[in-house]
């Protein structure tokens, strides 16, 4: 949510920052939204003042036996206590009408971000490790994964439909063990804190992330209403909803691996097989708050704890700086790290970390109060995944496949995996 005040200050700048974004100006049609609030607002205030006025003019007529002018001044009252409530009612119309049009409005890019339209502008950062090379042509996860009789979409679709999986034996739980690996790393290693949030939140909660109402057709509701979560970003950055902290307790630093729920509304035709597009998947999150002051600091710790799993893991990768028709609605910045696959024989999106600044902050009404006590601001929010889980053991598997279709077990893995080192087929 942006702030009315600054947008009034600075309309250019703030139309600028849209256009980066390849978006309409904004800023003239919501100071306009504004003046119609600030009016009705005048309006009902100057009405209440009158009434609290006029009540103590009463008092006074009566005082002086002017019954003439008290009974004047009571029927002026009564003129005023019929007509505040419309003036109140159009005040919250006019403030929910400015809420609606803001909140429809992403997050500007901050002035690093490069310019672009779209991932053919993204820019590389860096890059780890490199292409391993292969005496034998190396197959996609799916291949690997049926051929070992452990990964099922047959089964699933007849479960669930399309975008499902049913993993078993081996690979399920290495599925758990790559899940169990990030999170004792992030804990451990990153000082995160684990957190073992609900999967369904009330609607104020994806509207606080900023996930509603841009990306509702992208969600799963149910029939009560609750909204299951496309990431756990949503539940996490929502802890500090609705509270002021004390600046001496920043940053938080939360972390959650749970299963994820996204509709993929618009993903028709986009990577039918396999396990890269699901309706459910698991993930790691790793969300912080934090003073203006610290976070872009903490948005390149995150990404560097990120980058840790994939490089304990022995995955080659690279991360890109999103340019700013790239970015995701709520995000200032992003980085995107890619997995290479080698199956596939392209980068895939692995994470993406993203400072939001107080863009989230204002929706969910969350503040701290400075280490002198005399201010309260506003905090700001960082998300990023750390990292895909699933993803994370379709890049495993193809980068440790075997000529036979096994797969090998990379070393972090293999006391979560009870000490094997390989997975083979099923009998």
């Not at 003036?87 to 310019?115: C, F, G, R, T, Y």
Request: charged content about 30%.
């Amino acid at each position: 949510m942006h702030d009315i005040k600054w947008i009034r200050d600075n309309p250019e700048a703030f139309d600028r920052a849209l256009a980066r974004r390849g978006l309409a100006p904004e800023a003239s049609k919501l100071i306009e939204i504004d003046e119609h609030r600030r009016a009705a607002i005048g309006k009902a205030e100057a009405a209440q003042a009158r009434r609290n006025a006029a009540s103590k003019e009463i008092g006074e007529a009566k005082k002086n036996k002017d019954e003439a002018a008290a009974q004047k001044i009571l029927a002026e009252v009564a003129e005023l206590k019929s007509a505040i409530p419309a003036l109140e009612a159009e005040e919250k119309k006019a403030s929910k009408e400015l809420e609606d049009a803001l909140a429809q409005i992403p997050n500007l890019p901050l002035d690093e971000v490069p310019d672009g339209k779209d991932a053919n502008d993204n820019v590389e950062h860096h890059h780890f490790g490199a292409k391993r090379n292969y005496a034998f042509t190396p197959k996609q996860h799916f291949d690997l994964g049926e051929a070992l009789g452990q990964m099922d979409f047959e089964t699933a679709a007849k479960l669930s439909g399309a975008r499902f999986v049913v993993l078993k034996s081996g690979l399920a739980r290495f599925e758990r063990a790559i899940g169990q690996f990030m999170l004792d790393l992030h804990t451990a290693a990153h000082g995160y804190t684990e957190v073992s949030p609900p999967l369904l939140v009330n609607e104020r909660a994806p509207y606080g992330t900023a996930n509603l109402p841009k990306s509702a057709e992208d969600m799963f509701c149910t029939r009560e209403g609750l909204w299951l979560i496309p990431t756990a970003e949503v539940p996490l950055t929502n802890l500090v909803r609705e509270s002021i902290l004390d600046e001496a307790e920043l940053p938080l630093r939360f972390t959650a691996c749970t299963p994820c729920f996204r509709a993929e509304a618009g993903a028709a035709g986009k990577d039918t097989r396999g396990m890269i597009r699901q309706h459910q998947f698991t993930k790691v999150e790793l969300v912080s708050i934090t003073t203006p002051e610290q976070s872009k600091d903490e948005h390149e710790r995150m990404l560097a704890c990120a980058e840790e799993v994939l490089r304990r893991l022995g995955l080659h990768y690279r991360v890109v700086t999103l340019c700013a028709g790239d970015m995701g609605f709520a995000a200032q910045k992003t980085y995107d790290i890619e997995v290479w696959l080698p199956g596939q024989g392209a980068y895939r999106e692995i994470s993406s970390c993203s400072i939001c600044g107080d863009f989230q902050a204002r929706r969910m009404n969350a503040r701290y109060r400075t280490k002198e006590g005399r201010q309260v601001r506003h905090v700001h929010t960082l998300n990023g995944s750390g990292v895909a889980v699933g993803r994370a053991l379709i890049a495993v598997m193809e980068t440790y496949q075997q000529e036979s279709g096994a797969i090998a077990v990379p070393d972090a893995l293999q006391g979560y995996m009870g000490g094997l080192k390989t997975i083979e087929r099923i009998g």
